[in-house]
């Protein structure tokens, strides 16, 4: 049923929109000089938030439609942005945001430089997984009009999103910024979108877009090695009528970093006669109602299944080995309302400054990250950024609780805030002070044939265990062997201080083959959310086997001097940040490998690190 659009409800969703991207939005339509005189919305005062308003109103009473204005001429696009932000950026900068805001039909994906060379004969690319990372890889190939099939151990597309169906699967970032900037515009019905609603998303995505219709499903790849004579991947998979051969000219993993559950090893577990779950293999037909379940783990998984659990089950024990900053977000759990979809659809440009004013307030996120010596000097902890982050979430923790010393005493964590993966409250510091939870942080000796058993020798019987305890995150390529030229095991030439690759996504002596999400990939900071980093890493494979072949070459690898080269940088640049400094607590960190070396994060600036991303040092790369 359409709702009823009068001025009255036309105001409602103003007041309820971004008044950052409606000021932006509408003065793109305008050029009013007294909008561009406002503040950002943050600073503005009643009077000019009524201003504002009642020009939105006004303006929109008159023209509201469907449609979505044409990118603005970069002088006009950069004003723009700084007027959505309030502040003025670098050129590096403006050139690693301009495509937040999606005008563009396909932003950041690569293009053939001039007509599309013939290609070779049975040329065919094959990318390994379905999820963002291959749907992203997918249409790149799409566009450039290279063959491709794309190999997935599960029956649907999707990923992380299918392997994960716990209670309270939702997205941590808003929905505008979690999908594709090539689809417009689409109609979330959250703000954080629920599990199904993002499966639903990536099936629509995947079928829309052609990926599906070439995607193998339900195949797993066992091997590949790499046949130096004709510049061809063997790939050995396994499929539901048994085992097969393929080749492919270029090897995409799209395997993402949250693949191998990692199972916690308690002496006695083959004792225990209840139920063991990990989240990702989460059964379809457990019932938790009037149960006693114990949830092992805190990270982003285990706050969010713990309050849909604790309204079912008669008894929940909490068992937390690290404290988590744990931190609120507006409108999380909530349904977007009839006005404001009824805005994003007939404001042409809200949606897409909306989708860039979502992500600014990460633009100076880098901040958190780096020491101040002279404020340290001063009697501060870190940084002024980080200090001021630590007393709210403290305040925030205090407040959720009720104050109780009980809890603070064990919730408040001893490192600072940003060191880790940041994680969203879904009412699980409320769940805490529930009748029926109990938070436990006695270190678990071993479990029982009833229940799990903590080092101070106290037993809670439970009749199921959840055991939220993450993903081999350092896995990378795992369990598939790689072999590459002389013979080379991938997982052998990462042996020393574990996986490594230039950019994330190369490794010497493996021509041809591509790693998305790979080791040292995920951005640190910079606002740019991982959707967008899809787009980037699938258009950077696609610049390099545009000129790969537009130059008749059969092969493109990284030199080795430039993968050596790119890591002693990396090595150096990690060692500055706050996640391998002492108060960052880097022994409690999945970001930090067992060899003491940031596994994870690319350390850079964000727009640096798009830099690197999307102007290719063709010096860097060998092609033959």
């Not at 101040?372 to 902890?381: C, F, S």
């Not at 060692?575 to 400094?581: E, G, H």
Request: include cysteine; charge should be negative.
């Amino acid at each position: 049923m359409q709702p009823s659009v009068d001025r009255a409800f036309i105001r409602r969703a103003v007041e309820l929109g971004d008044l950052d991207a409606v000021r932006v939005a509408l003065y793109q339509h305008t050029h009013d000089p007294e909008l561009a005189a406002l503040p950002v919305a943050a600073r503005l005062s009643a009077e000019e938030r009524e201003l504002l308003i009642a020009k939105a109103v006004d303006w929109l009473a008159a023209h509201a439609a469907p449609g979505m204005p044409e990118e603005p001429p970069e002088a006009e696009l950069r004003t723009l942005m700084a007027m959505a932000t309030g502040a003025e950026m670098t050129d590096l900068e403006f050139e690693a945001r301009r495509d937040i805001a999606a005008f563009k039909p396909f932003p950041w994906y690569a293009g053939w430089t001039g007509e599309r060379p013939a290609l070779p004969d049975g040329f065919t690319a094959v990318v390994v997984g379905s999820g963002f990372n291959g749907l992203a890889m997918g249409i790149q190939f799409e566009l450039l009009g290279i063959p491709y099939i794309v190999l997935d151990r599960q029956p649907e597309p999707g990923g992380t999103w299918t392997i994960n169906r716990y209670p309270g699967i939702r997205v941590d970032t808003p929905s505008i910024t979690y999908e594709f900037s090539f689809e417009k515009n689409h109609p979330w019905t959250e703000y954080y979108a629920q599990g199904p609603e993002v499966r639903a998303y990536l099936e629509h995505i995947a079928t829309k877009y052609g990926v599906r219709a070439k995607t193998r499903f339900n195949t797993t790849l066992e091997r590949a090695r790499f046949d130096e004579t004709r510049a061809v991947w063997v790939l050995d998979v396994t499929t539901p009528d048994g085992a097969e051969s393929l080749e492919a000219n270029i090897l995409v993993n799209a395997l993402g970093t949250f693949t191998n559950p990692k199972l916690p090893q308690f002496e006695g577990r083959e004792d225990f006669r209840g139920t063991i779950v990990h989240p990702s293999r989460w059964p379809h037909d457990l019932d938790i109602t009037g149960k006693r379940v114990a949830v092992i783990g805190n990270g982003s998984t285990g706050v969010q299944l713990l309050a849909p659990i604790a309204e079912k089950a008669a008894q929940v024990h909490v068992f937390q080995r690290t404290p988590q900053w744990i931190s609120p977000r507006d409108k999380y759990g909530a349904a977007i309302e009839p006005e404001t979809r009824w805005l994003l659809d007939n404001f042409p440009g809200y949606w897409n400054w909306a989708r860039y004013t979502s992500v600014a307030a990460l633009f100076a996120t880098h901040g958190f990250l780096i020491p101040d010596e002279e404020w340290q000097a001063g009697g501060g902890t870190f940084n002024p950024m980080n200090d001021k982050l630590r007393d709210d979430l403290t305040a925030y923790i205090t407040a959720q609780t009720g104050g109780r010393p009980d809890l603070l005493d064990r919730l408040i964590p001893d490192y600072a805030p940003f060191s880790r993966r940041p994680v969203v409250d879904n009412g699980w510091y409320r769940a805490l002070t529930r009748d029926n939870v109990e938070l436990v942080t006695e270190t678990v000796a071993r479990l029982t044939g009833t229940g799990i058993e903590t080092a101070d020798g106290t037993t809670r019987d439970v009749d199921v265990i959840v055991a939220a305890t993450g993903f081999d995150v350092v896995k990378y390529l795992w369990p598939a062997r790689y072999t590459g030229k002389d013979g080379i095991d991938v997982h052998d030439f990462w042996a020393a201080d574990g996986p490594r690759a230039y950019l994330g996504m190369m490794i010497p002596n493996f021509p041809n083959m591509f790693v998305l999400y790979g080791p040292n990939s995920q951005p640190l900071s910079g606002g740019t959310s991982l959707p967008m980093w899809y787009a980037i890493w699938a258009s950077y494979v696609g610049q390099l086997v545009v000129r790969m072949l537009e130059d008749g070459a059969s092969r493109v690898e990284v030199t080795p001097d430039a993968y050596e080269r790119y890591n002693k940088a990396l090595d150096a640049e990690a060692s500055k940040l706050l996640l391998l400094q002492d108060y960052g607590a880097p022994e409690k960190n999945y970001y930090v490998n067992e060899s003491g070396r940031l596994q994870v994060n690319a350390p850079w600036y964000g727009p640096d690190f798009h830099r690197m991303c999307t102007r290719v040092e063709w010096e860097d790369l060998d092609l033959a």
